[in-house]
Structure formats: C-alpha cells, structure tokens
C-alpha cells in the first residue's frame, strides 16, 4: 500500500466511473472522450467496444448506438485526438502524419439504429493504418442524418484504444500442461503456473482462463505497474470457474480462493469462485486493486473482501451465499482509502449472513454507487467506523430491499468516528425486522449500535432518498447524544410501517430536518421539521418497485436545491423544472 496515496475527490471519482475507464466499469478495451451532439434521435451516439485489446486475440467488435435507423455509416480511425466541427458534429479523430483510416465496407444502421463492426488487424486498411502491440488509435462512428435537415450527417464521440503486445500474455486450460509454452494453442493446465509465469518476469502481464472448471487456490505475488497490470482475466465470452470444493484450509493460512498481500496493479475480472473454505476473492494491502464482472458463490467468509489498500475499484461483480458461518461481510471495504464500489449484485443470504455491502474501519475518499442489496437480512450497505475515523464516503444511488436495515451510518465503538457522509438518490424499501440487531426494518438508519456508548457522528447529509414500506421506519435516528451536523432534506418516506421519520427519546443537537415529504402513519416518535409535506408522493407503481414519481406529484418542485445531489437516481440533471423534486426521482417536462 502507498503511504503517499493521493485522496480522490468524489468528484474525480463519479467522473471515472461515467467516463467507463479502464479501471471503471466492465470489460471495455478503451476509454470515451470527446463530445458527440445529438442527432435526429433524440441523443447523441456514443461509442463502445467489445473484446480486447490484445493483438493475438484479434477480438475487437466496435458499436455505435443510437444512430437514425436506415441509414448508413461507417467506423474510421487515426492516432491522434481532435475536436473540430464537422457535419452536425466534431471530427474526435486527428490525422497526425499518418493520415485516417476508413473501415470498409460501409454499414447499415439497420431498424434499430446502431453501427456495430469488427476490426481485423490483420488486413488494415493502408499500411500505414496498421495497428501494432504499443500503439494508441482513436475510432469514430460517421453516419447519415438527413432527417436533421441541417448538413446531413453527424458523428459519434471518440473512443480511444491502447494495443497491447502478445508477448505478455498467457493462457490456460482444462486441457492444458504446465509442462507446455502457455499459449492459445498450447496452454498451460492450472491458473497458478500462469500467474507464476507472471511472477517470473517480475513485471505485469494477463493470464486469460478457459472455459471449465479449476480446483485450486490462486495466489497473486507480483506487482504490475501503471498501463502493465497483473491482469487474471476470463478468455472473452467464457466463463471459467475456480471451485474449492475439495480443498481445505485446516491450517488457516487462507486469505481467499483467490489471494493477493503486499502487491499492486492488480486486476481481477470475469471468473466465477465457488465453495471457498473463506473469502471468495480477497486482496490486502495493496494500491491500485481492481475485481470486476466476477461471480462469487457459497464462500465461508467474503465473497469480495478489500483489505488496508488504496485506489481500489469493486465493479459490477456478483456475490451470492457469502458469509456461510465465517466472519465480515458478503462485500467487504476495511482500511481502504479512494475506492469505487459501484454496480454489485447481493443476493441470496445464508442462515449467518452478516451485511451485504460494509465500508468499515478507516475507509475513507468513496463512492459506493449503483448497488443492489436484495434479501440480505442484516444490513444492506453498512458505514461502520467501530473503533476507527471512516470519513468522505458517498452512497449515492443504489438499491436496498428485503433487508434488516436498508442502509445504516455506525459508530460501534467509543473510538470510532464517521463523519462527512453523504447519503443521496437511495431506493430503500420493504426492509423488515429481523432478529440480528436492536432499530432494525428501517430505509435509512443513523445507528447507536455496537458495545460504545458515544458512537461519534457529524457532518451527515441523507438527501433525495426515497423510502418506502419499510417495517420501522422510512429514516430512524436512534438515541445517541454524540451525534452532531446531521441534514435530512428532500427525503420521500412513504408507508413505512411504525413511523416516517422516527426518533429516539432525545432529538439529537445540530439536526436539520427540512422539504421532506411523508405519506402514511405517524409513529409516537415521529419528526417533520420545516417545510413538510404530507401527501400521495404519486409513485407511478410502487407495487412494482417503480418509484419514479408522476408528472402530478405534490414532490415536483419542492424540495430544496441546498446541498442536493446535481443529478437524480437516472443520471437526469436537478432540477429539471423551476426547483428540485423531492425524492430520488426528478421529474423532466
């Protein structure tokens, strides 16, 4: 781990994960840049990929969507970044010395307006166009767009591509040897011998898994380096799966079924890990620490846990059965600071489930976004400090339903401080009551759990949630005289059961409870605060867990734009209308 580690800002960190770097979402080959402007659709196109960059796969597919239908276009590319007008948009795409390069022959956009061509890098297009292992090139979608009525076509955005060299890579096999060379044709047998080529070179490089099935534990003990990861990866559209059935871990020497301490670069991605006699996939002590796109399943402790490491990225991954009689959590985030968890599947508890996601500890410089907690019965999303200082996390976004609380802030212990939180455009609903822990079946709780007495808390913001049927209440604030600088603002709490907005005997110092809106009973110890409404917040079908609210809601236009979040759940800009909704919703004209 780097002592030096620069702290992300929330900022720079939602910029990453909308920009879909490498080190962001999926499996992308390349990065987005440059803008597109919107063509007759209504949007503008933009551009992805599929594959790889790696040279010997020769994989790469190129989309673009959406595009007027029935039209045509084609994909060109050349090596340097531009940004000049051209059509009804900008040419992304510069020359250099080398000149543009058309992809050929042209496409059509079909019914369903989209432009989607493979690149063989075999047969370029001019010589000079020849892509090669260390070589950058940047690609754009050119297409038709009459209906505009202005120039008569338009482009995508650019998307930008780093080639990588053959040299570095190895592969593995079901019907592999150990004893052979490790390539496509001729791979090696176990997933351990490739990341020991990998370690052997001292240097990064990627160790792509055949389809099958692979009873081993893998340990990582080789650092990469910026654009040279230590990359363990899926073969693309395999799924390769790492089964600890059989094997046991009596000498508790275990991290994981996979397993990395003390190394950098690391990227993990697209392999399943079942049956773990402990963590799934754990990493500790790192920097630069990814685990994408992976399944993990039946694991006696964490599916995915992250430990004492900085600039680590949790992305996209699914965790089933966690937490089968061991201890932390089904997503574990302990010690770890700039991190991004963002696009996580929990499901599916065992009877000694412990919470679905938990930062804890002295995390710190978060985004914990786009997550789904569904059927955990403990807490959904955890913020614990316990005995540490957990500070600047953000839990914007996500989904929380069917569990003991849907997301709780938590001090346990007398030492622990947690503070700067910013809780934004959540969708908490029917968690219940639960036998795990005291104030449990609420949307959003401010806990005094744990064996402290102060649970020291401050600088809390819980704006533009929604909460709706939760057994306790939409928001509870549980009696704790060391709490300070709390806000809920903007908040629907609609037919929770006990309360909307509850309290314990003591309404803490420093409590600012404003522009919220509440539907249902109010409980014995319920709080409103200023500018309340009570009415229908009008969901258009919150049966169905659709709680987008209708153009007619008493929510529309009345919430406030102090300190709320500058988009809602959809990414939709705030406000839409004359002043922001309340809930996690906007509603746009």
């Not at 803008?35 to 659709?41: K, L």
């Not at 070179?201 to 990469?224: A, C, W």
């Not at 061991?326 to 574990?332: A, D």
């Not at 409404?533 to 809601?553: N, Q, T």
Request: glycine share 12%; aromatic share 8%; with cysteine.
């Amino acid at each position: 781990m780097r002592a030096d580690a620069p702290k992300a800002t929330i900022a720079v960190i939602t910029g990453l994960l909308a920009l879909g770097t490498p080190n962001a979402r999926g499996q992308a080959p390349g990065t987005n840049y440059c803008s597109s402007t919107t063509n007759s659709t209504g949007q503008p196109a933009v551009m992805s990929a599929q594959g790889s960059a790696y040279l010997d796969l020769n994989d790469l597919i190129l989309h673009a969507e959406p595009v007027p239908p029935n039209q045509m276009g084609i994909f060109f590319y050349g090596p340097d970044q531009a940004s000049v007008p051209f059509g009804d948009g900008y040419r992304c795409v510069g020359p250099g010395s080398q000149g543009l390069f058309r992809l050929m022959p042209p496409l059509p956009t079909g019914q369903a307006g989209t432009l989607t061509q493979a690149v063989d890098y075999n047969q370029p297009p001019q010589t000079a166009g020849q892509i090669t292992a260390g070589s950058t090139w940047r690609f754009q979608a050119w297409f038709r767009d009459p209906v505009a009525g202005l120039s008569g076509f338009n482009l995508s955005d650019g998307y930008e591509i780093s080639f990588l060299p053959s040299t570095l890579m190895w592969f593995v096999s079901p019907a592999g040897d150990d004893l052979g060379p490790g390539t496509l044709d001729e791979p090696f047998l176990t997933i351990q011998r490739g990341m020991n080529e990998i370690g052997s070179l001292g240097q990064g490089g990627t160790v792509f898994v055949r389809e099958g099935t692979y009873r081993e534990q893998v340990v990582i003990s080789t650092s990469g380096s910026p654009g040279s990861e230590v990359i363990l990866r899926n073969y693309p559209g395999e799924s390769p799966r790492i089964d600890g059935e059989g094997l046991d871990n009596d000498d508790y020497t275990w991290g994981g079924l996979i397993q990395s301490q003390f190394y950098d670069h690391i990227i993990i991605e697209g392999l399943e890990v079942h049956n773990s006699p402990l963590a799934g996939i754990r990493l500790a002590e790192g920097d630069h620490l990814t685990v994408r796109a992976c399944k993990t399943r039946n694991t006696v402790e964490s599916g995915v846990g992250i430990w004492h490491s900085t600039n680590v990225w949790v992305l996209d991954n699914e965790i089933r059965l966690a937490v089968d009689g061991g201890g932390q959590e089904c997503l574990t985030i302990a010690g770890v600071e700039n991190f991004l968890v963002a696009g996580n599947y929990i499901t599916e508890p065992t009877a000694l489930t412990h919470a679905g996601i938990d930062i804890k500890g002295s995390s710190s410089y978060g985004l914990v976004t786009d997550n789904f907690v569904d059927g955990i019965p403990r807490n959904g999303i955890y913020l614990d400090a316990y005995n540490q200082e957990l500070h600047h996390v953000d839990v914007i976004a996500n989904r929380s339903r069917l569990c003991a609380n849907g997301i709780t802030l938590s001090a346990e212990q007398d030492e622990g401080v947690l503070h700067d939180i910013r809780v934004m455009n959540n969708l908490c609903w029917d968690n219940y009551k639960v036998w795990c822990c005291q104030n449990v079946g609420a949307g959003i709780l401010l806990s005094s759990l744990g064996g402290g007495s102060q649970h020291q808390m401050y600088n809390l913001a819980i704006i533009n949630n929604t909460c709706y049927g939760n057994e306790l209440a939409g928001i509870y604030i549980a009696e704790n005289d060391h709490r300070g600088a709390t806000v809920l603002r903007n908040n629907i709490l609609a037919e929770n059961v006990e309360a909307q907005i509850g309290c314990g005997d003591t309404v803490p110092h420093d409590l600012t409870v404003d522009h919220n809106l509440s539907f249902g009973d109010a409980g014995s110890d319920e709080i409103s605060g200023t500018d309340h409404l009570w009415a229908d917040p009008l969901f258009v079908d919150a049966a169905g867990a659709d709680f987008h609210i209708e153009p007619g809601s008493p929510a529309v236009d009345q919430g406030s734009s102090v300190d709320a979040p500058a988009t809602d759940f959809d990414g939709f800009d705030r406000p839409c209308g004359a002043e922001v909704d309340i809930g996690a919703y906007e509603v746009c004209p």
